[in-house]
């Protein structure tokens, strides 16, 4: 079992910047794949980013290439989103997941577990 708690969401105007933490628990955390998913109203569930706690390979939507940097700190079980020069269509909950299904690490269908979620407001 990995239990993983969000934090950092908020309102926040256009060009502004946030940074999301993801804290992690469990065992064998560092077998898992750690992803952001977003879910904008009345939207579908969408892949941000994921990276690994063992590689430095990070990959990103489209969308947020270039703004959002994926990061992990190993000693706290914790890896981060940091946000910047966001837009209005970043607005969404943000979600943390863990699995390891490599082949699917860009779809929900990839993550065996999942935190709460946050809410992520940008305001024009």
């Known amino acids: 079992q990995v239990q993983l708690v969000e934090s950092g969401g908020g309102l926040v105007q256009a060009g502004g910047s946030l940074r999301l933490s993801c804290a992690a628990s469990?065992?064998?955390?560092?077998?898992?794949?750690m992803a952001w998913f977003r879910q904008p109203p009345g939207q579908e569930r969408e892949f941000v980013s994921v990276?690994?706690?063992?590689?430095?390979?990070?990959y990103y939507s489209d969308s947020v290439e270039g703004r959002f940097t994926f990061s992990r700190d190993d000693a706290k079980n914790t890896v981060y989103l940091q946000m910047d020069n966001l837009k209005p269509e970043d607005t969404a909950v943000y979600y943390c997941?863990?699995?390891?299904?490599?082949?699917?690490?860009?779809?929900?269908?990839?993550?065996?577990?999942w935190g709460q979620g946050t809410q992520v407001t940008v305001s024009s």
């Open positions: 997941a863990a699995g390891i299904k490599s082949t699917l690490m860009k779809t929900r269908r990839g993550y065996d577990y």
């Open positions: 469990g065992r064998y955390l560092r077998t898992y794949i």
């Open positions: 990276g690994s706690w063992r590689g430095d390979n990070v």
